[in-house]
């Protein structure tokens, strides 16, 4: 099949474009694999910013008692719901999904604490900086309740940090795979091109050699009707047989 020297440059040509269109699909995806690697990044950066706004305008709002803070808790609250329910949509590996469960499961927690601590602050407003509301039940369970709001808010403070960790690895490890593969192929394919080109050199140089003796020796024998001999079944071989013909 690839005796002939065109064939042997159609194969040539064939492990060149089979080369180019695997290299094409490993460069789309590992495209496609950095810009989703920056998109869970990006959210989980932004789940961090949303826990950390939420717990200023709680402060603030203990602080100052100015409903705007209640305002923009809550919008907070909502956005960190919408940043999770999107990361969620793109994650793969199990760990990771089991581990956005969990900051969910300790979010809906952290916000009932934060309800009824909230509901206090309304209630009481600047009361609650007084000494004596201190020693006041409602004032001892909103000390309380702060108390677990913060250790609360800690906790899933470190599990945000071991999603983004845990994101920055897989990802990571997933662009230099993709970057390794891309390295294969071409070692791959430039040690068939060399190959195949090799054969088809060596296959050329083979039948132009031994023509080649042929001819040097009609010349020194002067027997014009002496065959001339092509080692290899190519075009090469064509052009002596033809001539071999016209010689007989």
Not at 86 to 92: D, N
Not at 152 to 165: G, H, M, T, W
Not at 177 to 201: E, G
Request: with cysteine; charged share 30%; proline share 0%.
């Amino acid at each position: 099949m690839f005796a002939s020297i065109k064939n042997k440059l159609y194969a040539l040509m064939a492990v060149t474009m089979l080369g180019f269109v695997v290299l094409g699909y490993f460069a789309n995806k590992s495209a496609n694999d950095a810009k989703l690697a920056a998109t869970k990044l990006t959210l989980s950066g932004s789940v961090e910013i949303r826990f950390a706004e939420a717990m200023m305008e709680l402060r603030g709002y203990q602080l100052m008692f100015d409903q705007k803070n209640v305002d923009e808790y809550k919008n907070s609250i909502a956005k960190l719901a919408g940043h999770i329910k999107e990361l969620e949509k793109i994650v793969k590996f199990q760990e990771t999904k089991d581990a956005i469960v969990e900051i969910k499961k300790t979010t809906a927690e952290w916000e009932a604490i934060n309800e009824p601590r909230i509901a206090l602050i309304d209630k009481y407003k600047r009361e609650s900086h007084t000494e004596a509301f201190e020693d006041t039940e409602d004032g001892k369970k909103l000390h309380e309740l702060t108390k677990k709001s913060k250790e609360k808010y800690d906790e899933i403070d470190v599990k945000v940090e071991r999603l983004s960790s845990m994101l920055k690895e897989q990802n990571f490890g997933i662009l230099e795979k993709n970057s390794s593969i891309m390295d294969a192929i071409l070692i791959i394919q430039s040690i068939l091109l060399i190959s195949v080109f090799t054969v088809i050199i060596k296959s050329i140089r083979s039948s132009i050699h031994s023509a080649a003796v042929s001819c040097k020796e009609i010349m020194d024998t002067k027997v014009l009707n002496k065959k001339i001999v092509s080692t290899s079944k190519d075009e090469i071989n064509e052009i002596v047989e033809n001539v071999n013909m016209l010689m007989a």
